[in-house]
């Protein structure tokens, strides 16, 4: 069994819900708790909100009324308030005889009251510290003009509040409002009819949106999934739909970009096989070839045969060793030793074990000691790298410099050191410069002298320089006439 089939086993035996089913459900539940507040809110609190409300009203009335007792536009505040708020407003002296009476209800209770009845509320109201509030249900099945309660359609609650206001001439009057707190309950019927069909609407509405929105979601989703199994098989030319919403856009967009790079290390890694077999091959062909010419054939035990023979040796140790350190430096074995190095003096041991080198022309040109911090041992391999593509690459003058400078930096390192290897060869195709820094590249695949590197060695350039902070590097070149690699870093000392 295959890795992913494994992975994709154990997500499924997890049981997980799918992006449908959750958008689903919480748009349904979203839906649920809204229709359940409205009921809640409009049929079963309607009595309580109705009753504060209008609770509220009766006292700002009366407030009103005590206020504007002496005024002249009294007559005018009490009508408005017996029609816009529907109360009921009697105003009486003590022995109960009538100044204002406004009627505004159809089963008004203070209206009826005779002066005795009237006089006995002044009484109580006293008696009560002068205001005196009471509540009652009045059965009003016999009049015709009744409206009906909530919980007993035959019932509804008035209140009545009454109140002894005085004048400034020492007058006594009692102020009575009534008014009824019940909603009535034709309201509250259209209100449940209303809310019915509400319910009915919503729950259809919110089925049908619910279902086209999570499957507008999780369409994209599914169909990124079928085409990245279909990557995870190893075809890599599959192409992932970028439409639809920002994020899967999105995602299609880099799972593009993977494929693409996939398929570029596949290819790139089928020709270093490829490559690496066949220089292999060449090698080890020569060795045992020479070897057992100069075994069999006592004359050609010459030291040109043996040289051939170490040549090929090295030629086998530099690929090994290629692979090997690319290999490190990517599993992250080969750690970051930083020190405070001297640069100068790194490049210039490297050269010395370039001097047997006759045939070519090495020249370090440096005018001081730079000191940067480090790691040695990559460094090294940094410009053992460079000096060697240049050598392998090397124009007709055999000449390869290396220059060293100083370039200004940024504030926190003013000064940087810029190292350059530079060659007089064919050079390299601008369109090529940037493709060379990748692992296994080479730029001319048939050219015979291209046959002698991996690829790997600029791949290695660039995974140690990217290790070191502020590296910089980068090459120039133009063709026939050479190619300049350099890095940069920050200077630690001079
Ligand atoms: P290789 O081991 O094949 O040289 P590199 O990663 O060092 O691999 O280089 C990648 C490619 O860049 C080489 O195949 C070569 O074509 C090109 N290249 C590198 N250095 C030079 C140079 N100094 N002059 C011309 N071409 C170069």
């Known amino acids: 069994m295959k890795w992913n089939d494994i992975t994709l086993k154990r997500v499924k035996r997890k049981a997980r819900v799918s992006v449908f089913w959750k958008i689903f459900s919480i748009f349904i539940a979203f839906i649920a708790v809204i229709l359940i507040l409205l009921w809640v809110f409009q049929i079963s609190l309607l009595n309580t909100f109705y009753r504060s409300i209008k609770i509220n009203e009766i006292e700002s009335a009366l407030k009103d009324i005590t206020e504007n007792i002496e005024s002249e536009q009294l007559e005018s505040i009490i009508l408005s308030v017996a029609n816009d708020k529907q109360i009921c407003v009697v105003i009486c002296t003590q022995n109960g005889s009538k100044l204002y009476s406004i009627n505004a209800l159809p089963n008004c209770i203070i209206h009826h009251m005779s002066a005795y009845l009237l006089a006995r509320a002044y009484t109580i109201t006293h008696n009560h510290g002068g205001m005196y509030v009471e509540r009652t249900m009045i059965d009003e099945r016999r009049s015709e003009l009744l409206f009906y309660s909530m919980g007993d359609p035959n019932q509804v609650e008035s209140v009545i509040y009454s ?24 309201t509250v019927q259209t209100l449940q009819i209303q809310l019915i069909w509400i319910t009915v609407i919503m729950i259809v509405l919110a089925v049908i949106m619910a279902l086209v929105l999570a499957k507008n979601l999780s369409l994209p989703i599914t169909k990124i999934n079928k085409s990245a199994k279909v990557l995870a098989q190893g075809q890599y030319d599959i192409c992932f739909e970028e439409k639809g ?24 890694q089928r020709e270093l096989i490829a490559n690496i077999s066949h220089d292999l091959r060449t090698p080890l062909t020569m060795i045992t070839g ?7 054939i006592p004359n050609e035990n010459t030291p040109e045969n043996v040289q051939i023979i170490i040549d090929e040796a090295k030629r086998l140790t530099t690929l090994v060793n290629d692979v090997l350190d690319i290999s490190k ?31 070519y022309k090495i020249i370090f040109e440096a005018e ?18 460079l000096i060697n593509n240049a050598l ?93 690699f350099w890095f940069e870093l920050n200077v630690y000392s001079l």
Do not use: C
């Open 368 to 385: 001081q000691n730079v000191f940067v911090y480090g790691d040695a041992l990559k460094l090294s391999q940094v410009v053992y790298n």
């Open 245 to 268: 919403y920002r994020e899967i856009a999105e995602l299609a967009n880099t799972l593009n970009y993977a494929a693409k790079e996939l398929s570029k290390v596949e290819s790139l």
């Open 163 to 186: 109140k002894i206001v005085s004048k400034e001439n020492g007058e006594n009057l009692l102020i009575m409002l009534n008014s009824s707190i019940s909603p009535v309950v034709s």
């Open 290 to 296: 020479y070897a057992e010419i100069m075994r069999d």
């Open 392 to 484: 392998t690459y090397i124009g007709e003058d055999k000449m390869v410099t290396i220059r060293q400078i100083l370039v200004a930096g940024d504030k926190s390192y003013p000064q940087r050191v810029r190292i350059e290897v530079i060659d007089t060869g064919d050079g390299i195709e601008q369109s090529k410069l940037n493709e060379i820094w990748e692992r296994y590249y080479k730029v001319n695949k048939n050219h015979k002298r291209a046959t002698v590197g991996t690829g790997l060695g600029l791949h290695i350039v660039k995974t140690i320089l990217d290790m070191h902070q502020g590296a910089t590097y980068g090459v120039k070149s133009q063709i026939g006439h050479g190619s300049t």
């Open 329 to 359: 430096l990517q599993s992250g074995s080969l750690p970051f030793n930083g020190e405070v190095l001297n640069l100068t003096a790194n490049i210039q041991d490297i050269l010395i074990r370039y001097s047997k080198l006759t045939e």
